[in-house]
């Protein structure tokens, strides 16, 4: 999911997105306007806690056991033995390979669910209406309300808002209730053999190695996604030993436990390392003047530059000097306008979309009480309000047509049925949420 434009955007859902762009081009997809991803190993700032990086070997109790593999395909089997001494020569230790490859397999899911990543485009008033959807702003405030003097701590210590951690905790893995189950050595081993992204996926792989010998978790634990995403906001091994920290003090950065701590302090401490300034908006809601321009929305400007030529806040005055701006038009002159700071750039860095950014800082300000946005989106249909879209979401079912979830949230799933439905009754599979759609499941 790159860059949205003219509101459109590419997005891959239930991956639960990431510190994807994190150490360098994220294995996962975007979000769906979703998961992009980036940029390259890069040493921990002397800002992080020194807890951060802990590299020792801990070999006791590991055993002296030779890999077992569970495999039944012999190439695989023949890459490891390979692999395991390039993964030596960079300092994994013999005893720590062998326990956590011992009955990896090759999974051909694995490779499928890489062969397959089918692009679903959606507007971005559609997205946004997923991503903030009211459900996940209340969940959040809980989240926020439950963890709260974790993250206090941890926006004293970063100063990066503790609505803003959230924020992207309830984006990557809906606060928790999605980290991934898969065994990850497994995932990346049966992805750096399948070759496309072999090295990137080796490189992955050697890196997770090097977090099990430092101790942090054992193999059994160490689950992810599919293509290697782990934890509560969803850190690929390589950012993962970048940024992670062990903020609880235990001797462990422990991103998978029940306790968030660890995983929302490295979320903080990441955004922090990429320039988070605390008390700027990642946005702020505008009113253009008659006659405004695209291209005049590239510029840089200070807000009080900008108030100069007519691009002011929604009260009519100037917007707040919060540092140099433009102006983001994500579905065109014809959608609401917003001014973007350098905060905007921060979330990309964590994964390059301009959706996902104004996602994660949209449902940041609402889960602190924000508004929704004011401006109307030109959506060129007539939408469903929350509860409708669970209404649509149960109708649908009972008439047969696969919903997984009824959530109010219109992901790929159920973009699915609905066209499959509008096909089975003649009329155009254009998958919208319609109040025309509901009106005909009411009538059919």
Same mark, same amino acid.
């Given at each position: 999911?790159?860059? #949205?434009?003219?509101?459109?955007?590419?997005?891959?859902? &239930?991956?639960?997105?990431?510190?994807? *762009?994190?150490?360098?081009? *994220? !294995?996962?997809?975007?979000?769906?306007?979703?998961?992009?991803?980036?940029?390259?190993?890069?040493?921990?700032?002397?800002?992080?806690?020194?807890?951060?990086?802990?590299?020792?070997?801990?070999?006791?109790?590991?055993?002296?056991?030779?890999?077992?593999?569970?495999?039944?395909?012999?190439?695989?089997?023949?890459? $490891?033995?390979?692999?395991?001494? %390039?993964?030596?020569?960079?300092?994994?230790?013999?005893?720590?390979?062998?326990?956590?490859?011992? &009955?990896?397999?090759?999974?051909?899911?694995?490779?499928?669910?890489?062969?397959?990543?089918?692009?679903?485009? %959606?507007?971005?008033?559609?997205?946004?209406?997923?991503?903030?959807?009211?459900?996940?702003?209340?969940?959040?405030?809980?989240?926020?309300?439950?963890?709260?003097?974790?993250?206090?701590?941890?926006?004293?210590?970063? +100063?990066?808002?503790?609505? $803003?951690?959230?924020?992207?905790?309830?984006?990557?893995?809906?606060?928790?209730?999605?980290?991934?189950?898969? /065994?990850?050595?497994?995932?990346?081993?049966?992805?750096?053999?399948?070759?496309?992204?072999?090295?990137?996926?080796?490189?992955?792989? #050697?890196?997770?190695?090097?977090?099990?010998?430092?101790?942090? $978790?054992?193999?059994? @634990?160490?689950?992810?996604?599919?293509?290697?995403? =782990?934890?509560?906001?969803?850190?690929?091994?390589?950012?993962?030993?970048?940024?992670?920290?062990?903020?609880?003090?235990?001797?462990?950065?422990?991103?998978?436990?029940?306790?968030?701590?660890?995983?929302?302090?490295?979320?903080?401490?990441?955004?922090?390392?990429?320039?988070?300034?605390?008390?700027?908006?990642?946005?702020?809601?505008?009113?253009?003047?008659?006659?405004?321009?695209?291209?005049?929305?590239?510029?840089?400007?200070?807000?009080?530059?900008?108030?100069?030529?007519?691009?002011?806040?929604? @009260?009519? %005055?100037?917007?707040? @000097?919060? &540092?140099?701006?433009?102006?983001?038009?994500?579905?065109?002159?014809?959608? !609401?306008?917003?001014?973007?700071?350098?905060?905007?750039? #921060?979330?990309?860095?964590?994964?390059?979309?301009?959706?996902?950014?104004? +996602?994660?800082?949209?449902?940041?300000?609402?889960?602190?009480?924000?508004?929704?946005?004011?401006?109307?989106?030109?959506? &060129?249909? @007539?939408?469903? *309000?929350?509860?409708?879209?669970?209404? =649509?979401?149960?109708?649908?079912?009972?008439?047969?047509?696969?919903?997984?979830?009824?959530? +109010?949230?219109?992901? /790929?799933?159920?973009?699915?049925?609905?066209?499959?439905?509008?096909?089975?009754?003649? $009329?155009?599979?254009?998958?919208?949420?319609?109040?025309?759609?509901?009106?005909?499941?009411?009538?059919?």
């Amino acid at each position: 999911m790159r860059a #949205v434009i003219l509101g459109l955007t590419s997005v891959l859902l &239930g991956l639960g997105t990431s510190l994807a *762009s994190a150490v360098e081009q *994220s !294995p996962r997809p975007q979000m769906r306007p979703g998961s992009g991803l980036i940029t390259t190993a890069a040493v921990v700032s002397a800002d992080l806690p020194v807890r951060s990086l802990r590299p020792q070997v801990r070999p006791d109790g590991l055993g002296d056991e030779t890999v077992v593999l569970a495999s039944t395909d012999p190439g695989f089997d023949r890459w $490891v033995a390979g692999f395991k001494g %390039r993964a030596v020569a960079q300092g994994i230790n013999g005893r720590v390979f062998d326990r956590a490859f011992r &009955g990896v397999r090759f999974d051909p899911e694995i490779v499928n669910k890489d062969r397959n990543q089918s692009e679903f485009k %959606r507007e971005i008033w559609d997205y946004l209406d997923s991503a903030v959807s009211p459900v996940r702003v209340e969940n959040g405030q809980k989240a926020l309300r439950r963890h709260r003097r974790a993250l206090q701590r941890i926006e004293a210590h970063y +100063g990066v808002e503790k609505e $803003v951690v959230t924020a992207v905790w309830g984006m990557e893995s809906t606060y928790g209730e999605r980290l991934g189950d898969l /065994p990850l050595i497994q995932s990346l081993a049966t992805l750096a053999y399948d070759g496309r992204r072999g090295a990137f996926f080796e490189k992955q792989l #050697v890196s997770a190695l090097r977090i099990l010998q430092s101790g942090d $978790v054992t193999p059994e @634990n160490m689950k992810g996604s599919w293509a290697g995403a =782990m934890g509560h906001t969803q850190f690929i091994p390589t950012s993962y030993e970048a940024y992670a920290v062990d903020f609880t003090g235990d001797g462990k950065r422990d991103i998978w436990s029940d306790n968030p701590t660890d995983a929302l302090a490295s979320t903080a401490a990441y955004l922090k390392r990429f320039g988070w300034t605390k008390g700027q908006p990642w946005g702020v809601e505008v009113r253009l003047p008659r006659g405004f321009s695209t291209r005049a929305a590239k510029a840089t400007r200070m807000p009080s530059q900008w108030a100069a030529q007519g691009v002011v806040g929604l @009260n009519g %005055r100037a917007v707040p @000097n919060h &540092g140099r701006a433009s102006v983001y038009l994500p579905a065109g002159l014809q959608g !609401p306008a917003f001014m973007v700071f350098d905060n905007f750039g #921060v979330i990309k860095r964590y994964n390059n979309s301009d959706a996902y950014a104004m +996602g994660v800082g949209h449902l940041a300000d609402r889960i602190g009480g924000g508004r929704d946005i004011q401006a109307s989106w030109p959506r &060129g249909y @007539n939408p469903l *309000s929350f509860d409708e879209k669970m209404e =649509m979401q149960r109708r649908l079912r009972r008439k047969g047509f696969g919903v997984e979830k009824i959530d +109010g949230i219109i992901g /790929p799933n159920t973009i699915n049925a609905i066209r499959a439905f509008q096909q089975s009754v003649g $009329v155009r599979a254009d998958g919208l949420p319609s109040q025309e759609l509901l009106a005909l499941l009411k009538r059919s």
